[in-house]
Nanobody, 129 residues
Framework: QVQLVESGGGLVEAGDSLRISCAASGRTPLGRTFKDYAMAWFRQAPGKEREFVAA????????NYADSVKGRFTILRDNAKDTAYLQMNSLKPDDTAVYYCAADPGGWGTIRDYEYDYWGQGTQVTVSS
């Protein structure tokens, strides 16, 4: 059973930076592990639908970003630590949301949330103005 656990969220001021993490454990029914997953970050602000933020292919060779975060956020992965990261710079109050990581075994990093089979519980990021 695959488990994803986010950490690193918190309260920051506009313009600050923050790195959140997603630690993976377990394996899929077919025996796939973290190195086989595309990883993504989604977020959901109060009263809004969940939206795509960033994704990285299982190989790390392809990344995908929402227009709203391009140039400010970077998605990273460390296969030795079974962990994905979202480095967030120049944070804005509009970035305030619960951030969720998700895994798509064998994927290339789609923006479509229904392609992701496994989800974490989320970590709150609050950006004050």
């Amino acid at each position: 059973q695959v488990q994803l656990v986010e950490s690193g969220g918190g309260l920051v001021e506009a313009g600050d930076s923050l790195r959140i993490s997603c630690a993976a454990s377990g394996r899929t029914p077919l025996g796939r592990t973290f190195k086989d997953y595309a990883m993504a970050w989604f977020r959901q602000a109060p009263g809004k639908e969940r939206e795509f933020v960033a994704a990285i292919a299982w190989s790390g060779g392809h990344t995908n970003y929402a227009d709203s975060v391009k140039g400010r956020f970077t998605i990273l992965r460390d296969n030795a630590k079974d962990t994905a990261y979202l480095q967030m710079n120049s944070l804005k109050p509009d970035d305030t949301a619960v951030y969720y990581c998700a895994a798509d075994p064998g994927g290339w990093g789609t923006i479509r949330d229904y392609e992701y089979d496994y989800w974490g519980q989320g970590t709150q990021v609050t950006v004050s103005s």
